[in-house]
């Protein structure tokens, strides 16, 4: 009998990305894993509210979050790998090679290390802020900035790593999709025209929201 699974989510954050991974993994294994609850906290509370469930699991207040058993955890990435350790065991997602593991604990900590902020809005210290600055990262110079980086080295390292390749590990879909490809869609979602100059990260973007695990993701509600 599997232990009941359970993600903090709000629609349309970060807690998309271990969405989308679940729903992949789901589609692979079916019932030999087991179903997902979300526990929603609406868009429109999420930043000023935080239920007391939700702080039991994480003390900052943020999503994702995650309880599993007794398993609690957050942070989406950490997430993404608890479900992939658990539940990818013919290694789909997860190919089982050193040069895919590089690269998967590379991207583990630069998405939401760097590449998340470049178009988040929130501080991870979102509860130390005063309520009337919630979003100190809504500011035109830092978003000027974030521009800048994005254009100048984050765009240009991911359009490398792709390469000419369908996904970030040849042709073949996998949890480096997940993790990074996320980064590419919200940056898209955001700031639409800073995806000018990439081409083929605008074509990658297609690829991945014609999955239907990710647009099942992305309309979850």
């Known amino acids: ?88 065991k013919d290694h789909l997602l997860f190919p089982d090679c050193m040069k895919f593991k590089a690269k998967l604990y590379l991207y583990s900590v630069y998405a939401p290390g760097t590449v998340d902020h470049l178009y988040a809005f929130s501080s991870p210290i979102q509860r130390a802020y005063p309520k009337e600055n919630l979003t100190p990262y809504n500011d035109p110079e830092i978003i000027a900035l974030n521009k800048e980086a994005w254009k100048r080295i984050v765009a240009p390292f991911l359009v490398k790593e792709l390469g000419d390749q369908t996904y970030l590990f040849g042709d073949q879909f996998t949890a480096l999709d997940v993790i990074m490809g996320f980064c590419v869609l919200a940056i898209k979602f955001r700031h639409p025209e800073w995806m000018e100059g990439f081409p083929s990260l605008d074509a990658y973007f297609d690829r991945l929201q014609e999955r239907p695990m990710f647009l099942k993701a992305f309309t979850t509600e």
């Open 1 to 88: 009998m599997h232990s009941s699974l359970t993600l903090f989510h709000t629609p349309l954050t970060r807690s998309t990305r271990p969405l989308i991974l679940f729903y992949e993994l789901k589609e692979i294994y079916g019932d030999k894993i087991p179903d997902l609850q979300l526990r929603i906290i609406p868009h429109e509370t999420f930043r000023t509210e935080k239920p007391e469930d939700l702080l039991e699991v994480n003390p900052n207040g943020k999503i994702p979050a995650l309880k599993h058993g007794s398993v609690q955890m957050f942070e989406g990435t950490a997430i993404c790998m608890y479900l992939l350790d658990l539940f990818d």
